[in-house]
């Protein structure tokens, strides 16, 4: 099996989502897709043989590894969600003969900028159409900071851009505009290779899962905490080791049945080996104060991540008012939660949305207008997104936008709407969730 034969389908299709009642069963979520992505690249900058378990097969993942194995690295499935990687280490990667397509992958494709551009590498940064719409200057400016150049790029600093990277980078000191788990990553992943120690501020903290896997392999990183934020320093051109990576399961894909559960009539589920890491659980708190029946099971440890199984029962929700400052925790999460919301009592408000209008779509715009089309009433009031609770008629065509959280939250609502959703595109939920709507169907859901 290679990475070729593992990519997502070319072509998309409507489904409809129908009423269900009554989901029940165990279901592990597939691996998590930000730690994926990082075993690949890990992979790749240590010199050796790193080994990965539970790895996630998924089209945006398998783009990260496929350019990894351009620049140089050895990448061999060897079952399913095993993988071997033989990296050449950190300052040998081999320039790429061939443009690095991420498809849809704007974590991989961002994280790998960062380490072309402090390689002294020139490489061609593509992507699909909709990766293409979305900007890449944030992550752009700091590497130029460090002596990378951008030697072409379109409208914007969007895909394709060509990237020359700096064989021996300047270390910096820099303070990300917004808490971004891709801004910091890049910014560290290039500070791999300067010599002398890069720092990073975030004003508020962002998923941390490069900094336990920077640790995890060997580099020499501390993390404080600094005014209600973080300041993560990392000492460059360490001696990376391989070390063996257990994936977790993915909360982003937990989401789906976890709110399925809670607004389908008679459900009981239980989700096993779900991340419970503070910094990206606040979806599980909101859905708590809503009054969700979530309890959590087996807490334990599993790759260096605190995970649990968590049981999930059909619950009365309420609407509450989600701070801000609880966005980055649950950034992915907020186009299912807004399903959540339309099944509550009263009105959900989600401030300080700014962040979703630059995903894989707008996806502020494409929430309110998905749920529009179910008869939902919402409204957008700057950067913050109202929605009213009820009972949704659905009954209406969502459009996905190529965005896979938008088609799945959508699906997720039609299980509990009265007349079901249809959403116009399912293609590209094999970015994240290749076995959704298998896994959702072991459970009890109807689809057609």
Known sequence: MTLRHLQAPA????????????????????GDKSISHRAFIFGLLSRGETNVEGLLEADDVLRTGKACRALGASVERLDPGRWRIRGPGLGALLPPTATLDFGNA?????LMIGIVGSHGLTATFDGDASLRKRPMGRIVEPLRLMGAQVMSQAEGTRFPIVMKGVRDPAPIFYRTPVPSAQIKSAVLLAGLNARGLTSVIEAAASRDHTEKMLAHFGAEVAVKDEGGGRRIELMGRPDLRPARVVVPADPSSAAFPIVAALIVPDSDIVVEGVTVNPLRSGLLATLLEMGAGIETLDRRTEGGEEVADLRVRTSALQGVDVPASRAPSM???????AVAAAFASGTTRMRGLHELRVKESDRLAA??????????????????LLVEG?????????????????????????LAAQAGVTVDDVSMIATSFPDFRRAMERLGAKFE
């Open 106 to 110: 704007g974590t991989g494709s961002r």
């Open 367 to 384: 929430v309110a207008a998905g749920l529009e089309a179910a008869g939902v009433a919402c409204a957008i009031e700057g950067d913050d």
């Open 11 to 30: 072509s998309g299709a409507p489904l409809t989502a129908v009423p269900t009642r009554g989901l029940r069963g165990r279901f592990r979520p597939p």
């Open 331 to 337: 950034i992915d999460e907020y186009p299912v939660l």
């Open 390 to 414: 009820g009972a949704p008629d659905g009954g209406g065509v969502v459009l996905t936008h190529m965005d896979h959280r938008i088609a799945m939250s959508f699906l997720v609502m039609g």
